[in-house]
Structure formats: structure tokens, C-alpha cells
């Protein structure tokens, strides 16, 4: 990871080695002829790429900056993937977490800093402790010294408390790499994709933090009962330093889906008047 950095227009912020674990096929941007090119597991598996986070523009620096570092291939999603075709996106969506994981480098255009469009701000290294104080991730997740899996869902959800996307599905599309999980895409369906995210999770997980959301809402009346699962992340806003008990009684049983909602057995604290306290382990 030297050398990462962040730059209004583009940046690199990430170098790892790759697998050749790639869809079945991958658009790449030639940054010489400007031509995009389908690539195949085998040889998109022996290319390095430059990935971009919405930094095309007019000018094609990011191009620049790409051929610049020895790199000859660009990937961007304004561009690389075929959104008439729902099977591409959803693939594409699905894949985009281990494309940019596994990219050389990649660029990042902050629109919102004061400056030239070649104006570099910074390492990644360097502006570890900001970007952790804006985003609430671990400085040991930025530098690869902490596992991802290793922090709990909830923490995790909560790294997405406060982000805003165009479409409510993406709230929850844009998280599928965080949690290492795989769902169709269905646009349209609003909120119900955060739930079949949440559904996605549990069916590989016994982490009960999953469940210690709160409601961001008062719930009165008929309303007052509502399900296990969370609304969106921002009910995860507080989950931040949630740690799970290191205990040889934690819950390792199983967790299933059934037709009427959240299958778990575990002990119940019965405290009276409907309230019940379930131990979350964490």
C-alpha cells in the first residue's frame, strides 16, 4: 500500500496483490487508444489496471495519471459496464468490491476540495487519522493491520450510518463487499433490499450483533412492534464500538430464515408486560 494517496481529480490509494478470481468477462478502458477492451478471466487475471471513482472528465487525466504510473488499462463504471443489461450490472455490482480490492492503483476525485484537478492532497498513509475521523473505520482496517471480518456487523453497519446514494437499493448494494456476501440486483424495490442484505448476512453468520440497531424513530401505538431486522444502516449509527465477548459460552448456533421471519433459539430474559432481553454477546 505505498505510495496511496487521495488528489481532487485522481488519486491513487491502493496497491495489492491480485487473484485471478474475475467474472467472466471485464471491460477495460485502453489508456492510450481510449478503446474499451473485453477481457477474460486468463488474461484479465495478468493485466494491472488503474481503477477510477468517478473521475472521468473531458480532458481524460485520469488516462494521463494511468499511463504516467506504467499502467495501460483504466476501469470505471461510467464506462466499463453495459447498464442496459441488468445481468452485467448485477455481476458488475457484485464484482466491484474485489475490483477496486484488487486494482494496482486507484484514483479518487474528491470534488468538494479547493484546487487544481492535478492538486494532490495526500497519502492514504498520511491522512490515515482524518479519514478515520470522517468515516469512523479503523485506522488498522486502512492499513491492512486489522482483518475485516474480525469486526462485527454492527460495527461495520455503522461505517455506513450517514452515507447518502442516488437510489435506496444502493444503500444496501454498496455494502456487499464489506460483508463478503452476493444478491441479485433488483431496482425498484426500495428499502426491502437492506433487508434481503440483512437476510444475505445471517444465512453465513452467527454474529448476534446484527441485531443491536436502534430504532431511529419512535414507534407508538399499533406500530410499537416491528422485526428483528434493521430499516437502513443509519440505525446502526451508534454501533461503532461495539466489540463481540471473547467467551467459550458465545452463540455458535444455528440461525435460519424461515417463512415467518428469524429462526434462533437462545434463552430469553422474561422482565414482564411483553419484554423480553436477549443476550447479543457483544
Not at 473485453?38 to 495519471?65: M, N, Q
Not at 468515516?135 to 486489522?146: A, H, K, V
Not at 455503522?158 to 444478491?183: H, K, Q
Request: with cysteine; hydrophobic share 40%.
Amino acid at each position: 500500500m505505498d505510495g496511496d494517496a487521495f488528489v481532487p481529480t485522481s488519486v491513487p490509494i491502493l496497491r495489492t496483490h491480485r487473484s485471478s478470481q474475475f467474472p467472466l468477462m471485464m471491460r477495460l478502458l485502453n489508456a492510450i487508444t481510449l478503446e474499451l477492451e473485453p477481457f477474460s478471466d486468463t488474461r484479465a487475471s495478468a493485466v494491472s489496471y488503474a481503477i477510477l471513482s468517478h473521475t472521468w472528465g473531458d480532458d481524460e487525466v485520469t488516462c494521463e495519471k494511468a499511463i504516467e504510473l506504467g499502467l495501460n488499462y483504466v476501469w470505471s463504471d461510467t464506462c466499463c459496464i453495459d447498464k442496459s443489461s441488468s445481468a452485467e450490472l448485477s455481476e458488475a455490482i457484485n464484482s466491484m468490491f474485489r475490483w477496486y480490492k484488487e486494482a494496482e492503483v486507484c484514483f479518487a476525485f474528491l470534488s468538494d476540495l479547493p484546487g487544481g484537478s492535478d492538486n494532490a492532497v495526500g497519502t492514504k498513509i498520511e491522512l490515515q487519522e482524518a479519514v478515520t475521523l470522517a468515516t469512523r473505520i479503523p485506522q488498522g482496517i486502512l492499513d491492512g493491520s486489522i482483518s475485516l471480518s474480525s469486526i462485527p456487523l454492527a460495527a461495520r453497519m455503522s461505517w455506513a450510518a450517514n452515507r447518502d446514494t442516488t437510489r435506496p437499493e444502493d444503500e444496501a448494494y454498496c455494502l456487499l463487499g464489506i460483508f463478503d456476501v452476493s444478491m441479485s440486483m433488483i431496482y425498484g424495490e426500495g428499502s426491502k433490499a437492506f433487508q434481503r442484505l440483512q437476510e444475505e448476512i445471517l444465512r453465513k453468520t452467527t454474529d448476534l450483533s446484527i441485531f443491536a440497531w436502534k430504532a431511529t424513530e419512535r414507534l407508538i401505538g399499533v406500530d410499537r412492534f416491528r422485526g428483528i431486522l434493521a430499516q437502513s444502516p443509519s440505525e446502526f449509527a451508534d454501533c461503532g464500538d461495539i466489540e463481540l465477548l471473547n467467551s467459550q459460552f458465545r452463540f455458535r448456533d444455528e440461525i435460519s430464515l424461515t417463512n415467518k421471519g428469524v429462526k434462533i433459539s437462545m434463552l430469553l430474559h422474561n422482565f414482564g408486560q411483553g419484554r423480553f432481553l436477549m443476550n447479543l454477546d457483544c
